[in-house]
Nanobody
Framework: QVQVVESGGGLVQPGGSLRLSCEVSGTFTKLYTMAWFRRSPGKQREMVAQIDRDGGGIIYKDAVRGRFIISKSAAANTAYLQMNSLELGDTAVYYC?????????WGQGTQVTVSS
């Protein structure tokens, strides 16, 4: 059984910052990638950023490149998403996704609201 738990969402003003965390736990052999997705009201879920198990292979959605930074703990199966210069359009439920043993697992999501 694999568990994916996100934390760190909240309410922030435009231009502010938030840091999301995602921890993967349970019994498995190999973690391949960790990624952050988001779903805004009325829109489909979209990938925001992805990182591989060794901290490389980083991919960003164009709209967040230069503002968001994805990273991964070398000692633990934990990924982070540092979100800076937040914009109204970043408001969404953010989900962590991981490929473990060639299966995809999702967290329950954490709400990020950017509002003045």
């Amino acid at each position: 059984q694999v568990q994916v738990v996100e934390s760190g969402g909240g309410l922030v003003q435009p231009g502010g910052s938030l840091r999301l965390s995602c921890e993967v736990s349970g019994t498995f052999t190999k973690l391949y990638t960790m990624a952050w997705f988001r779903r805004s009201p009325g829109k489909q879920r979209e990938m925001v950023a992805q990182i591989d198990r060794d901290g490389g292979g980083i991919i960003y959605k164009d709209a967040v490149r230069g503002r968001f930074i994805i990273s991964k703990s070398a000692a633990a199966n934990t990924a982070y998403l540092q979100m800076n210069s937040l914009e109204l359009g970043d408001t969404a439920v953010y989900y962590c996704n991981t490929n473990v043993d060639l299966r995809l697992y999702w967290g329950q999501g954490t709400q990020v609201t950017v509002s003045s």
